[in-house]
């Protein structure tokens, strides 16, 4: 995807999964009311009324955010792959608890506030795989596992729908209504 001044950030996210997170973390823009933006508002004017800030330079650090979030991705194939070796690793599932009850990947956890503390006191090199509904909020998490130094996190790309079509058909697959 090529993304210029006049790209919507609607678009943005949707391709670029962690790009949320990278203009908070650059710019403080998207993580709250007073710095949010609308998905039909271009960079260009994201830009122009936070205080003239460069496009070109928010478009670059966009892309490079999405190559480093990129490495984390583990296809469903690698996560099944790692899932049969020895020792396997940590599945954990980010989504809500009424979707995990409803469908889930066999093997896997239920992340909770409780599980997640007890991820975080032990070995920090321990394999842990995250996934969610399609693959876009997992990277949130793990990026705060890696800053809590779990620093073998990833994140099964695509999600739990990836590994529906691509691992085991059986698992339903399943849309979530968007609230107005």
Same mark, same amino acid.
């Given at each position: 995807m ?5 790209t919507? /950030? ?22 709250? *009311? +007073? ?9 260009? @004017? ?9 496009? @070109?330079e /928010? !478009?670059?650090h ?6 480093h979030? %990129?490495?984390?991705?583990l296809?469903? %194939?690698?996560?099944? %792959?790692?899932?049969a070796?020895?020792? @396997?690793?940590v599945?954990? $599932? ?8 409803a469908? +889930? =990947?066999? +093997?896997? *956890?239920?992340?909770s #506030? ?8 032990? $070995?920090? /090199? #321990?394999?842990? =795989?995250?996934? $969610?509904?399609?693959? %876009? ?8 596992f890696?800053?809590h130094? /779990? *620093? ?7 999600? !739990? $729908?990836?590994?529906?079509?691509? =691992?085991?058909? @059986? ?6 209504? !968007?609230?107005?």
């Amino acid at each position: 995807m090529t993304i210029t001044p006049q790209t919507e /950030m609607g678009t943005i996210l949707d391709a670029l999964p962690g790009a949320r997170r990278a203009l908070f973390a650059r710019y403080h823009l998207g993580g709250c *009311q +007073s710095c949010g933006f609308s998905p039909n508002e271009s960079i260009a @004017s994201l830009c122009e009324r936070n205080g003239g800030l460069d496009p @070109s330079e /928010m !478009i670059a650090h966009l892309v490079a955010a999405h190559e480093h979030d %990129k490495a984390l991705l583990l296809s469903a %194939k690698e996560v099944q %792959k790692r899932l049969a070796e020895s020792p @396997s690793p940590v599945l954990l $599932d980010c989504r809500t608890r009424e979707e995990h009850e409803a469908v +889930s =990947i066999p +093997s896997s *956890q239920f992340l909770s #506030q409780e599980l997640q503390q007890q991820l975080f006191a032990q $070995d920090p /090199m #321990q394999e842990i =795989i995250l996934y $969610d509904h399609l693959g %876009k909020n997992a990277l949130d998490t793990c990026a705060w596992f890696l800053g809590h130094g /779990m *620093q073998n996190t990833r994140v099964l790309q695509g999600g !739990i $729908d990836a590994w529906s079509r691509e =691992i085991d058909p @059986s698992l339903p697959r399943y849309q979530l209504e !968007i609230e107005p």
